[in-house]
């Protein structure tokens, strides 16, 4: 599990901004339920809680939370059917393709940018 400094470094160099609050949410719980915190935020429906809270540029930094914390992205039955251990990781689950899912979130992104209509100021 990384720390709260972690992950707004990880945020800070790729997407520009820490987004401090995102990763406070997502381990709010804790410090009432320890590692099993996750079961509650670090999934699908909490990213899209981000989105609806925050913004689309905040669900992807809690998408990178998430990718770092459980080497990949579950969902909320996923930890209710126990296809996913506490920590929200599968049992084949390696960094190595957390790593590839976070590369594939950053060259989305970065693709996004450029493709953007650029505004020019007069």
């Known amino acids: 599990m990384a720390h709260l400094y972690e992950h707004c470094y990880d945020c ?7 987004w401090e609050e995102v990763h406070i949410w997502l381990d709010e719980l804790f410090a009432e ?3 099993a915190h996750r079961c509650h935020r670090h999934h699908i429906e909490g990213i899209e809680e981000v989105r609806q809270q925050w913004g689309d540029e905040a669900a992807i930094a809690a998408k990178i939370h998430i990718i770092v914390d459980c080497w990949g ?18 049992e084949d689950s390696t960094w190595e393709e957390a790593w590839k899912m976070i590369q594939t979130i950053r060259n989305e992104r970065d693709i996004g940018r450029k493709n953007r209509p650029q505004t020019h100021a007069a």
């Not at 800070?12 to 820490?18: A, M, P, S, T, V």
């Not at 579950?74 to 296809?83: G, H, K, Q, V």
């Open 12 to 18: 800070e160099r790729w997407l520009g901004r820490d």
């Open 73 to 90: 992205i579950p969902s909320m039955a996923d930890y209710e059917n126990r296809f996913v251990n506490q920590f929200g990781q599968e």
């Open 33 to 35: 339920y320890g590692p």
